[in-house]
């Protein structure tokens, strides 16, 4: 092992796995595989395997995951700028794929950055509901927003707030809640080793607070009936079935959900229902997973049915319901903007009018469910659409991620061999041929029929209008 690990982890260790502790030493000789997973917005997985540059196989525990070649430069391939996957550890793609979500849903990744559960969770909601993404650190939340847009996700909220905070904007709102906990790490050993630098510094005692502050305000805004998982990169009991523990223990109104169990996975230590994964049973790195549901009372049943009758009644008169308020639903106030409204009728998508808000010169497509008076602070909400200036619209980059090639009037679709793929990921003016063109106007550009970005239209001429903060570097 090139990277010792300390004598109080391996005691640790030996205690927790008993006769599999040689087995685990073991693995740290072996290399860790990297995965992918599929954007299911875009792709199947299997078309998407199809597309790829190297060979996959499939990840057996997830749906839509891949393994790939280690040494495949996947990030620097076209359709990673299309959003067509996320690049991410295979067990860390597990909590988002444990979590029961619906389209419709209401829910919220609480330590959401930089976003590879928080894309797999906006990817299931298809379009509806809400997803609100959180991270306390704002720098981190810009590469989180980056993320979700990067994966055409519109119906979002990216916020950077303490939990106690949120939790006093959304008490008992979610229908899912993910808190992927900060953590002491031990999960992350073989992969990285700078962890094992840190958890000599902190270890798990210096995570054990700010877990439960963390969990216990995410109860407080799951509603009745709803879900909470809870998750973390670490082997810590203390950090894992212990805090499970305490939970059930603190709130009455929460139950566990026992998770099924997968060829590899295992059952929690002293706490059955729970799962962890470890480096020397499958293809992947250290997790755990418990899942907790919010009891429904008699009485909190009889407000969910009048809540949802209210809800009905007032959606006949605003499709966005009693949540948008304020300056939301100003889809009326846009009509001098020609060119915006013009733009909208090139898209084969059905846009909602009272969810269009303009805020001074930019226009955003809220969320169904958004809390309009809300003070928070939010680096996103809803769709980006664009800027309209001096009466010229022009959209965003947001705006091209959640179309496709069949969906936006004016599109010219390269082939990913094409050299001019990358000359337009840079940022550079791209020259049409003959059977390209013309083009005039707003052109979608987009590889293999999935969207890249803008350009300007002139004639046999693209000037490029790609996001300069996304460019190939």
Known sequence: MKNPLPETFQEEMRSLLGQEYESYIKSFDTPNIPGLRVNTLRLTREACQKILPCATTPIPWISNGLF?????????????????????????????????????????????????????????????????????????????????????????????????????????????????????????????????????????????????????????????????????????????????????????????????????????????????????????????????????????????????????????????????????GQGDDLGQDTEFWNFLGDTALDWDRHRLVKRQDKIYYLPEGFVEEAKLRYLRTGLFMGTIKKGRFEPSQAMAMVLSENQYSNCVSFSREDERVIRYLKGETIALTDGEGPKSGWCLVCVDGFALGFAKGNQMTLKNKYYPGWRWQ
């Not at 690049?87 to 590879?116: F, I, N, R, Y």
């Not at 928080?118 to 509901?129: F, V």
């Open 68 to 328: 790939y070649e280690d040494g495949a430069r996947l990030s620097k391939d076209p359709c990673y700028y299309g959003g067509l996957y996320y690049l991410q550890e295979p067990s860390a793609m597990t909590p988002a794929s444990l979590l029961p979500v619906k389209p419709g849903d209401m829910v919220l990744d609480l330590c959401a950055a930089p976003g590879g559960k928080s894309t797999e969770l906006g990817a299931r909601l298809r379009g509806k509901g809400m997803l609100v993404a959180n991270d306390i650190s704002n720098s981190r939340a810009k590469g989180l927003l980056k993320n979700l847009e990067l994966f055409g996700i519109a119906n979002i909220c990216v916020v950077s707030e303490p939990p106690e905070r949120l939790s006093s904007v959304f008490p008992e709102f979610f229908d899912s809640i993910l808190i992927d906990a900060p953590c002491s790490g031990e999960g992350m050993f073989r992969k990285d080793p700078a962890m094992i630098r840190e958890w000599m510094k902190k270890g798990p005692d210096c995570y054990r607070a700010v877990q439960k502050d963390i969990v216990r305000e995410g109860i407080s805004m799951v509603k009745p009936g709803g879900y909470l998982l809870y998750s973390t990169c670490t082997f810590s009991r203390q950090e894992d079935e212990e805090l499970v523990r305490w939970v059930l223990d603190t709130f009455g109104e929460m139950e566990l959900v026992p998770l099924p169990l997968f060829e590899g996975a295992s059952d929690g230590i002293g706490l059955s229902g729970c799962l962890r994964l470890f480096p020397h049973r499958i293809r992947g790195e250290g997790h755990f997973m418990a899942l907790l549901r919010k009891k429904k009372t008699d009485s909190a049943a009889e407000d969910s049915a009048g809540q949802n009758r209210k809800k009905g009644e007032i959606n006949q008169k605003n499709p966005v319901g009693r949540y948008l308020s304020g300056k939301a």
